[in-house]
């Protein structure tokens, strides 16, 4: 009777079981609340569900791509020092360049995430191959994105690096440790366009550790992506010079950035000043949409370095 007691009372005081998952992505539940008290930023625009939904349905290929990409900017930077050695792996030369080459060390960055969905969405999809994930939005937003983070800690982990009252006048930072994906991220604030002189250094009163590093080079605009992504990060026509600024100081020859907007706020200058700056884009076919984003104003689109630079 008294074991009875104890199994009605531990029942009673278990945990509620956890919510559904807001999407799946590899088979990795991911959780999600929107917050619009946040702002403009809080919540999930379609756009941004759909390139979630182009993550969830293409995996295999964006895996795939990103392995492309880092293969060809790591045989590009070895060929300038003149040796393969210094880059610390095995190259065989006939399949690097076509993704034959599986190794972890891949960094991408988020732009304007609002909520930090999408750089979940990613992690769960890559995160074995990722080493630097970057997540930025404006200082208002940076909380919600901590949030998500949180709520994902399956995927990824965080820790306090710096807290507000450690006497050391800084704003509260963030740094998310490592995951069993061996991912390391950041969460700060990168207003597009905006950079510190290289010869500007931040010091505090901490060991600094990779992520300062990583968040030094944001800052001054130093660090090279590989894969840089946005939803609805071009709705207004002032945002696209800052926004294009940002993409070349993160760009390296190879890197590929997948920006997602809608047409009808979209306008076509933005396009324009893109090739001027000296980038080409390509819309993503519809069959590799979801099917709810088939035929419509939303769209996806896939943005390089052109050969040559700027026109």
């Keep these: 009777q008294q074991q009875q007691q104890q199994q009605q009372q531990h029942a009673t005081t278990t945990s509620p079981p956890p919510p559904p998952p807001f999407l799946k992505c590899n088979n990795i539940p ?21 390139i979630a939904k182009y993550f969830q349905h293409n995996s295999s290929s964006i895996r795939h791509s990103l392995i492309n990409i880092h293969n ?6 070895a060929a300038t020092k ?57 200082e208002d937003h940076l909380a919600l994105i901590e949030t998500t983070v949180r709520a994902n800690a399956h995927i990824v982990t965080m820790e306090r690096r ?51 590093g990583i968040r030094q080079q944001v800052q001054n605009g130093t660090k090279k992506f590989d894969f840089i992504f946005g939803s609805d990060v071009a709705y207004r026509d002032h ?17 590929v950035s997948l920006i997602g907007v809608t047409m009808h706020d979209t306008k076509p200058i933005f396009f324009s000043a893109l090739v001027e700056a000296g980038f080409t884009y390509d819309r993503i ?27």
């Excluded at 991911?30 to 759909?50: K, M, P, R, V």
């Design 239 to 255: 945002l696209h010079a800052p926004l294009i600024a940002s993409l070349d100081k993160f760009s390296h020859a190879h890197t």
């Design 30 to 50: 991911i959780y999600f609340d929107e917050n619009w008290d946040t702002g403009i930023g809080g919540g999930l625009w379609s756009t941004g569900l759909a």
């Design 72 to 77: 060809k900017h790591r045989l590009l930077m």
């Design 82 to 138: 003149n040796t393969y050695t210094d880059i610390g792996i095995n190259i065989d030369i006939d399949t690097a360049g076509r993704g034959g080459l599986v190794e972890v060390g891949m960094t991408a960055l988020e732009l304007g995430s609002g909520n930090g969905f999408l750089s979940i969405c990613l992690a769960a999809i890559a995160g074995d191959i990722l080493s630097e994930l970057v997540i930025t939005d404006m």
């Design 285 to 311: 076919a519809d069959h590799l949409m979801s099917e709810e984003f088939r035929g419509t104003t939303f769209g996806l689109f896939v943005i390089r370095r052109r050969r040559g630079g700027r026109s």
């Design 162 to 212: 710096r807290d507000e009252n450690d006497g050391d006048g800084d704003a509260d930072t963030t740094q998310l440790g490592e995951s069993t994906s061996n991912l390391q991220c950041c969460i700060m604030e990168h207003r597009w366009g905006e950079f510190q002189s290289s010869n500007t250094t931040t010091t505090t009163n901490h060991k600094n550790t990779n992520a300062d």
